[in-house]
């Protein structure tokens, strides 16, 4: 079945600096890609998704970028601030939101 | 608008007990997700709906049932609660699919002593 490797599981960078988590998927059929952020105490919240048919997306600070040959995405945050920190989750999907894989998250610290 | 609530928020039951959570929408989602987060293990789908009336299972839907006796509960019980069910839940809902943004509650704790 499909599974999804997330790295790395803590990213620590300067505030005002950038930060790249990645991950990789198995399965050559998945072609949905979310990213969700969960701050303390709170629920997962999607950020950014892309589907398969798309090479990049942004949004402001946020961007994801896809490579299906290599069957890996990725979250890119610019202009890090205090409040991007967080767990960062991607998942992976080959048509149903209930078949989403989820990564193992991403601890991101934001140094003053 | 509250969106997803769920209670509650803590339990701690012995082994062989029983529990429900219960999860409500107010943003008449057709799909609702049960699922689970354990350290480092991300979150794995236990059971879900696609409509009022309807369940399926998950990834992990072993010791646990559902119930949606209307559209906007969703309702996850736990019959002989077992350790290794100490967990996070959380509820989830969509709106419509295939895929798209799941909207989360604020989860609920419970271990099993």
């Known amino acids: 079945g499909e599974n999804v490797e997330q790295h790395p599981s803590t990213l620590s960078v300067q505030e005002g600096d950038s930060a790249v988590i990645k991950c990789t998927y198995s399965d050559s059929a998945s072609n949905y890609f979310p990213w969700y952020k969960q701050e303390l105490g709170k629920g997962p919240q999607l950020i950014i998704d892309?589907?398969?048919n798309v090479g990049e997306k942004k949004d402001q600070r946020i961007a994801v970028t896809l490579n299906k040959t290599a069957k890996h995405f990725s979250l890119h945050i610019t202009e890090t601030q205090p409040e991007d920190s967080a767990v960062y989750f991607c998942a992976a999907s080959k048509g149903s939101n209930y078949q989403l894989i989820w990564g193992a998250g991403t601890k991101l610290i934001i140094k003053p | 608008n509250a969106g997803v609530t769920q209670t509650p928020k803590f339990r701690v039951l012995k082994t062989g007990q029983s529990m429900t959570l219960l999860c409500a929408q107010d943003?008449?989602?057709?799909?609702m997700y049960w699922y689970r987060q354990d350290p480092g293990m991300g979150l794995r789908l236990i059971h879900y709906s696609v409509g009022e009336g309807t369940t399926a299972k998950g990834e992990v839907p072993d010791g646990y049932n559902v119930s949606r006796l209307k559209k906007q509960n969703f309702l996850l019980g736990l019959e002989s609660a077992a350790p290794s069910q100490t967990s996070v839940y959380f509820c989830?809902?969509?709106?419509?699919?295939?895929?798209?943004?799941?909207?989360f509650g604020e989860g609920s704790r419970l271990t099993v002593l």
């Open positions: 943003m008449n989602h057709e799909y």
């Open positions: 892309i589907r398969s």
């Open positions: 989830a809902s969509m709106g419509r699919g295939p895929t798209g943004e799941l909207f």
